[in-house]
């Protein structure tokens, strides 16, 4: 099982393992990350979901499609070059120690 770095604003780590096929949403969620809001439940409608994947480790997933992007004009938080929907992703076997990082706020 993949274990994925979760680090916060603050810099606090938290590791954890993911199934994979697991939504990384839906895993902080359950979780109890309350840095991830996702107000629209996962619908790519809300970009309360906002998360940064390591800049080296984007590739893991599949590339932002054109409706990520658009909702990713609305985050709260700067977008960057790393900024993706965490609805949007899945865990898969190339997610062993990835790494992702918490906005600032997600409203
Ligand atoms: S949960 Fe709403 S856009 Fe991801």
């Not at 949403?25 to 840095?35: A, K, L, P, Q, V």
Request: glycine share 6%.
């Amino acid at each position: 099982m993949p274990t994925v770095h979760f680090i916060q604003t603050n810099g606090q780590t938290t590791s954890l393992e993911v199934a994979v096929g697991k939504n990384l949403m839906s895993f902080c969620r359950d979780y109890g990350f309350t840095e991830i809001v996702a107000e629209c439940g996962g619908s790519a409608l809300c970009a309360t979901c906002h998360v940064y994947i390591d800049e080296t480790q984007g590739t893991v997933f599949s590339p932002v499609n054109e409706v990520e992007s658009q909702m990713l004009e609305f985050v709260a938080s700067e977008r960057k070059s790393n900024s993706r929907l965490s609805c949007q992703l899945v865990i898969n076997d190339h997610c062993d120690n990835l790494k992702v990082y918490f906005p600032d706020s997600q409203i």
